[in-house]
T-cell receptor, first 116, second 113 residues
Framework: DAGITQSPRYKITETGRQVTLMCHQT?????MFWYRQDLGHGLRLIYY???????DKGEVPDGYVVSRSKTENFPLTLESATRSQTSVYFC???????????????FGAGSRLTVL | DAKTTQPPSMDCAEGRAANLPCNHS???????VYWYRQIHSQGPQYIIH???NNETNEMASLIITEDRKSSTLILPHATLRDTAVYYC??????????????FGAGTRLFVKA
């Protein structure tokens, strides 16, 4: 199916465990992003990527690791999960090549992570 | 990217126009204004964007002041389904490098019957 998909949609884990959230897009978009959204708050950028093997920190990168070996995938790893990382995580992508400035972000449905 | 300021919440009667303001007084000449909305716990959804001129699409209208320091998103006939958080973002276009997109707190719009 075309689009951007996140998995798992729901995850419960324990403090100290490693968790990987997956993001897959079928459009070959250059740019991909990871955001977190805590209850009642706006979106905060964790990491983003301009292309395969190119990643950069966002506003709140501490405690997270990303990689992008293939254009279509952008996994987010919590190497040692903490309770403060309980949140909803959104992945997004954008072409990055449209001349009109319409670098519209398309978001996934989100992954709800609970760290006990 | 320039910062934006939006009111935390607004009310609107169903069927009336909803006018959502955004202040972006430090916007640069090559930065566009984008609006997204987030309904309940879904992923944000793109609404509209513009550089200088007013823009309209099937969802909304975007009015940008002449000095570009502020803008207004207009939902012409708000419905209950328009209840959402609306985010105003300013960012550069594609040929100036960097697509780092920062969201603020947004405006929570309540459409009331």
């Amino acid at each position: 199916d075309a689009g951007i998909t996140q998995s798992p949609r729901y995850k419960i884990t324990e403090t100290g465990r490693q968790v990987t959230l997956m993001c897959h897009q079928t459009w070959s978009h250059s740019y991909m992003f990871w955001y977190r959204q805590d209850l009642g708050h706006g979106l905060r950028l964790i990491y983003y990527s301009a292309a395969a093997d190119i990643t950069d920190k966002g506003e709140v990168p501490d405690g997270y690791v990303v990689s992008r070996s293939k254009t279509e995938n952008f996994p987010l790893t919590l190497e040692s999960a903490t309770r403060s990382q309980t949140s909803v995580y959104f992945c997004a992508s954008t072409p990055g090549t449209v001349a009109t400035g319409a670098n519209v972000l398309t978001f996934g449905a989100g992954s709800r992570l609970t760290v006990l | 990217d320039a910062k934006t300021t939006q009111p935390p919440s607004m009310d609107c009667a169903e069927g009336r126009a909803a006018n959502l303001p955004c202040n972006h007084s430090t916007i640069s000449g090559n930065e566009y204004v984008y609006w997204y909305r987030q309904i309940h716990s879904q992923g944000p959804q793109y609404i509209i964007h513009g550089l200088k001129n007013n823009e309209t699409n099937e969802m909304a209208s975007l009015i940008i002041t002449e000095d570009r320091k502020s803008s207004t998103l207009i939902l012409p006939h708000a419905t209950l389904r328009d209840t959402a958080v609306y985010y105003c973002i300013v960012r550069v276009g594609p040929h100036t490098g960097g697509f780092k997109t920062i969201f603020g707190a947004g405006t929570r719009l309540f459409v009331k019957a």
